[in-house]
């Protein structure tokens, strides 16, 4: 009851967010120089004015901006979210076919960022002001500043190009119609190396919060009183340290989804990954704006859903936001 | 028959942080069963001698030199491992602030319980049911009910309850309260006071309470030990302490506290002129600077505790002139 009630109200309140999304993304898209037919026409080299003009007018192009988006957001209410005009399919279908890509990469950069950046967090503050922290840190701060699309290229060059360990892109081995098992491992093989690439700079993040989050922790009184109980200090680290470091880390961690959405546009383009990022490239150049104003729309959404688990997660973590 | 030992000894305790001396050679002792205050103002070092003797002093602070005796072992040096076997069983600690003492995040009835299964064996559920029983005890009303609840679902007098059941959980011979009814209500602080008095003889516990409250000890302690920037001016069992102080502190600390608990005064309390960081370089006696007797002599080398009567130490050359009729009463 508790969770359609905090359904219901996300709904409701995500609506106008969403519309405002839409909104500016349609103006913002429809300011950029060119439209579809001007890059299809690009495209195929040649094209005379006046088919250009019986495409445009097919593509309901030459109507006013407010029409086209009343046209749009009409469309949106009935899951119509339009065609595109590139790959001549429904956008939704469009996107469907990308989105598992983008979801598993995204889903696997984030749980390794989120477990490994706890645990190297953990360790710096154990280990605060001596060399493992001091090394640790140094580390952080390379993976922090240096750029997703270099990471991707210099993995791509030491791991693949130089030790041939995995593929250097693509999700599968193009034509080898593996089944069972033989696909999920060739799956498997092919997703390391994006996944590291997209998670470097979020372990960072994730590394610094915990280490910050826990040396706050262990000053409080709780710790002092869990060890004049004669507590094993490893187990006063995880019940007592970390279960209350987790919660600021979990909440900032769901912000930064977003964030990897937008790593993932560049990883996937770096790693010819056949995702949602790849899918945003090309229809940025091909002008495609119904596809565009589709993956902005599901990004919002998942950004919405997102913060609405990790909202859950919190208050399953921390007792006080429960009652 | 043979006299029985001290349950606690500190021999020349010495605390500080690196390059700053707190604890400056105490000796103190406690006998089985016997309820000890130790009494001074904020920052005279109390707590870190409190601290210290479960050796869980705050990061940077570290015992400097002397032993803490307990059932034959010198804490101060013990292997970590070994000192955990004595943290929760053979000494419990209360915390001054019941709000920050509790892990927000845990059950309260799991924090009792964590106690009991470190150092018994005993199954979980047992170990369930033993904390519903002391939780009753220590006067938590629904134990069982309260079990799986946390810590923001409780009053702070409540919580300070908690915390009694997480020490007393194992029967430790010592407890150690730092300022426990500080941070309460003031109509709190007498019932929890009672509670641990109480548990006290039930258990035949001894405790030592750290304090700045003059009628809680007197009212709920068998002797009092005075503490003085980082040293102990005097040493007295209760009754003739409070009937007549003999150190120039002592005097000025009772006269500038209520009497018989009444918080509403017709005449003005008489402060204690100064403040403690005056002692800062002084050779000799630390409170000099703010003695009303201090000679010359006083300020050379610090007085040494000495015999002043039955199980009574003080720590000034100036004793004799102290004990005449009220001098710090006729100094204003």
Aim: with cysteine; hydrophobic share 50%; charged share 15%.
């Amino acid at each position: 009851m508790g969770l359609l009630r905090t359904i219901r109200r996300t709904a409701l309140q995500a609506l106008p967010t969403m519309f405002g999304i839409v909104l500016i993304a349609f103006i913002l898209l429809h300011l950029m120089p060119g439209d579809a037919v001007d890059a299809i026409s690009g495209m195929s080299g040649s094209s005379s004015q006046e088919t250009m003009e019986e495409m445009r007018a097919a593509y309901g192009l030459n109507d006013s901006l407010p029409v086209q988006f009343i046209r749009y957001v009409a469309g949106v209410f009935t899951l119509n979210f339009g065609m595109s005009i590139n790959y001549s399919a429904p956008v939704l279908d469009v996107i469907m076919e990308r989105l598992p890509a983008t979801l598993t990469l995204m889903f696997t950069a984030f749980v390794l960022a989120l477990s490994s950046g706890i645990v190297i967090g953990w360790a710096m503050a154990v280990f605060a002001g001596r060399w493992v922290d001091r090394l640790l840190t140094a580390g952080s701060l390379l993976l922090y500043s240096a750029p997703n699309f270099w990471v991707g290229l210099m993995i791509i060059v030491y791991f693949s190009a130089k030790l041939q360990l995995f593929p250097a892109g693509g999700a599968e081995t193009i034509g080898a119609d593996l089944q069972g098992w033989a696909w999920f491992t060739d799956r498997l093989h092919h997703l390391v190396l994006p996944s590291c690439a997209l998670a470097a700079f979020f372990v960072a993040i994730y590394a610094r919060l915990t280490r910050a989050a826990m040396l706050e922790v262990l000053r409080q009184d709780y710790i002092r009183t869990a060890h004049s109980k004669g507590l094993h200090p490893m187990l006063i680290q995880f019940r007592h340290g970390l279960r209350n470091a987790l919660i600021p880390v979990t909440t900032v961690a769901g912000l930064h989804l977003g964030n990897m959405l937008g790593g993932a546009v560049v990883v996937e383009t770096v790693f010819n990954w056949p995702g949602l990022g790849r899918l945003t490239m090309n229809a940025l150049a091909a002008r495609d704006t119904q596809v565009l104003l589709g993956i902005l729309l599901l990004s919002s959404i998942a950004v919405i859903v997102t913060n609405v688990l990790i909202d859950w997660l919190v208050s399953w973590l921390d007792p006080r936001i429960r009652s | 028959m043979i006299p029985k030992p001290p349950v606690l000894e500190l021999l020349k305790l010495e605390v500080g942080f690196p390059g700053a001396p707190i604890v400056k050679g105490i000796d103190l002792k406690i006998e089985e069963g016997e309820k000890v205050a130790l009494v001074g103002e904020s920052g005279c070092g109390k707590s870190l001698t409190a601290f210290s003797i479960l050796r869980l002093l705050p990061q940077a602070a570290r015992i400097t030199g002397g032993q803490v005796i307990f059932d034959g072992h010198d804490l101060a040096t013990l292997p970590a491992h070994e000192l955990r076997r004595i943290r929760g069983k053979g000494i419990a600690l209360i915390l001054q602030e019941p709000m920050t003492s509790l892990n927000p995040v845990l059950p309260i009835g799991l924090q009792v319980a964590e106690n009991i299964l470190q150092h018994e064996k005993l199954s979980r559920r047992a170990a369930k049911e033993r904390v519903i029983e002391l939780l009753d005890l220590v006067g938590i009303p629904n134990p069982r009910e309260r079990y799986t609840m946390y810590p923001h679902n409780f009053s702070g007098g409540m919580r300070q309850r908690v915390m009694i059941a997480m020490a007393i959980a194992c029967n430790p011979r010592l407890l150690i309260a730092d300022e426990p009814t500080t941070a309460l209500d003031v109509t709190i602080q007498a019932q929890v006071m009672d509670l641990l008095e109480d548990l006290c003889s039930k258990l035949s516990m001894a405790m030592l309470l750290i304090t700045h409250d003059l009628g809680a000890v007197a009212q709920w302690t068998d002797r009092v030990a005075v503490m003085y920037a980082g040293r102990i001016v005097e040493t007295a069992p209760i009754a003739p302490f409070f009937a007549g102080p003999q150190h120039p502190y002592s005097q000025g600390l009772m006269n500038s506290s209520v009497d018989d608990g009444w918080h509403y005064s017709s005449h003005r309390l008489t402060e204690i002129t100064g403040n403690v960081h005056s002692a800062l370089g002084e050779r000799g006696c630390a409170f000099a600077p703010r003695c009303p007797l201090a000679a010359p002599g006083c300020r050379e080398t610090p007085p040494p505790l000495e015999l002043a009567g039955p199980d009574w130490h003080v720590a000034c050359y100036r004793r004799a002139e102290a004990m005449a009729p009220s001098p710090v009463a006729a100094s204003h």
